[in-house]
């Protein structure tokens, strides 16, 4: 759904919409025919809590347990509203939908370091969305594999789950490539199915259970299923939880959808900040109640911890409905191609690895909120820079960034860290590995080449005006390296 390309056939345009980005230097594109529902309907369903939380539920279980998960997600959503919140700020003054990677360039002092922070940002951004696309279908494959164990006469290993992964990789690969016109219907289906659908899911679990865990079990137990002996042991509980909370932040990802969609929605300034901090706050609320129906209906927690079947929600699904009953339940060519190709290079290290797949999550994760922080640290370095739109944050502004800013810091710290005790070949996080890996090349490829020719998002109206066709295949790239958009270093950039 990320990325696809929509019609540029013009509808009336909103007048200030179009004016607003013709300040910006950008000429209206798309069709404005979406509003805030529809704005906030696409962050939402790929935000996707039921996603998250199903695949990574086992993760949570084992490190940290119920408190942890059910606790770690009320702090989760609160730090991740302030994300939210500064997001949504430049959101308002820049609706345009290249998103973080063009709010980097425009916050920026001058252009030479607005290349530069637009230039880390959408590595970081480019990394984070073809890890997500990996935690999502590697979480699905391991659905399938189980559900084919549980049918019987499937017997899954890592190879054949790395081959339905693909699989579905290559379904990914060829609906975005021909059938981009079903996608809009197949978003208005997921949000349905993400409102109703993960509601009536929950009630029918909860309701169903014939037992269920006490209020001091859900909010208060604790387990460290992290080795023999657990971190807990060899460093302190508080590192597991802290470790813990992965489940809970690589499921509110993906919120700056509303930002990319802000082109084609109506009132964009004010709609696209509103749908960011909707689909935050609604996320919370349908992850928070999902997770208090799982766990309140877990019949007994030794069991589904060491399942059989290696997916702790299908264990409870299946020690409440039964097996029948469990089973029930549940554009750009070149890029979308090489976004595919990318995240099955990504689930190739679950051959030999049993933490690969948190490692991936690990990976989205940081990629995709290093980029949302980016911005936000930029326009709080450089306020004088930072001209507000209607959703304004006033005095609250730079307290409000700083907060989302040591937060980012915070997690992409601690999901860099080991999970599993003792660490082996076997166990290694090698999420530090590659975010360094991301690093390196970012800034390496930035010093040794890019510097000198790159300068960040080209404005259109700037192109036409210097007799540049912005729609003839291949021009801007042209210009480009011909130099026609090179600045001096020190030349001030006004926004």
């Known amino acids: 759904m990320r990325g696809f390309r929509r019609s540029t056939v013009h509808a009336e345009p909103d007048i200030n919409d179009e004016q607003g980005l013709a300040e910006q230097g950008y000429r209206q ?24 939380i199903t695949t990574l539920f086992e993760y949570g279980l084992t490190t940290g347990g119920p408190g942890v998960m059910s606790v770690g997600w009320i702090i989760v959503s609160f730090f991740t509203l302030f994300v939210g919140l500064g997001m949504a700020e430049i959101t308002s003054a820049h609706p345009t939908s290249g998103g973080p990677y063009f709010w980097a360039a425009m916050l920026a002092p001058t252009d030479k370091s607005a290349a530069f922070f637009s230039w880390i940002t959408g590595w970081f951004n480019f990394v984070g969305q073809f890890a997500v696309t990996t935690g999502i279908t ?22 054949k789950i790395i081959g339905i992964y693909a699989a579905l990789l290559v379904s990914h690969g060829l609906v975005n490539t021909f059938g981009t016109h079903v996608l809009r219907y197949l978003n208005n289906t997921s949000v349905i199915l993400h409102s ?81 901090l909707t689909s935050i706050i609604c996320s919370s609320v349908f992850g928070f109640f999902l997770i208090l129906c799982l766990l309140f209906s877990i019949q007994d927690f030794d069991s589904t911890v060491d ?17 029948n009953g469990a089973i029930v339940f549940k ?51 450089y306020p004088a820079h930072f001209k507000k739109g209607p959703f304004n ?73 210097m007799g540049i066709d912005v729609e003839e ?5 042209r210009a480009e390296a011909e130099g026609k958009f090179a600045r001096e270093v020190t030349e001030p950039k006004h926004v």
Request: contains cysteine; aromatic residues 12%.
């Open 331 to 381: 554009s750009p060519y070149r890029t979308i191609w090489l976004a595919a190709t990318l995240a099955f290079i990504l689930g190739l290290p679950s051959l030999g690895s049993s933490v690969a797949f948190s490692a991936a999550t690990s990976i989205a994760t940081i990629g995709l909120y290093i980029s949302y922080g980016i911005p936000i640290l930029v326009g709080l370095i």
């Open 29 to 52: 594109e798309l069709n404005r025919d979406w509003g805030l529902i529809h704005n906030f309907g696409v962050s939402f369903s790929i935000i996707s809590v039921v996603t998250g």
């Open 473 to 477: 295949p291949g021009a801007l790239e």
């Open 393 to 465: 944050l006033g005095a609250f502004s730079r307290p409000v960034a700083l907060v989302a800013c040591l937060w980012i810091a915070f997690i992409t710290i601690i999901f860099c860290l080991p999970e599993l005790n003792p660490v082996t070949t076997q166990t290694l996080n090698y999420t530090p590995v590659c975010v360094g890996i991301v690093l390196v090349w970012a800034f390496g490829t930035w010093f040794l080449s890019a510097r000198k020719w790159y300068v960040g998002p080209i404005r259109q109206i700037q192109a036409e005006e």
């Open 307 to 323: 399942s059989d079947i290696g997916q702790p929600v299908l264990q409870i699904l299946l020690d409440i409905f039964g097996e």
């Open 138 to 159: 590697f979480g699905c494959a391991n659905l399938i594999a189980t559900l084919a164990e549980v049918k019987g006469g499937f017997e899954s290993s890592p190879g």
């Open 196 to 276: 109703l659908g993960v509601a009536a899911f929950a009630i029918a679990i909860v309701a169903a259970a014939p037992t269920h865990q006490p209020a001091s079990f859900v909010f208060a137990k604790f387990y460290d299923g992290t080795g023999d002996p657990g971190w807990s042991s060899r460093a302190s509980p508080a590192y597991v939880a802290c470790v813990g909370i992965l489940m809970s932040q690589y499921t509110i990802t993906g919120f700056d959808a509303s930002a990319h969609l802000s082109e084609e929605t109506r009132k964009a300034s004010w709609s696209a900040p509103i749908g960011v």
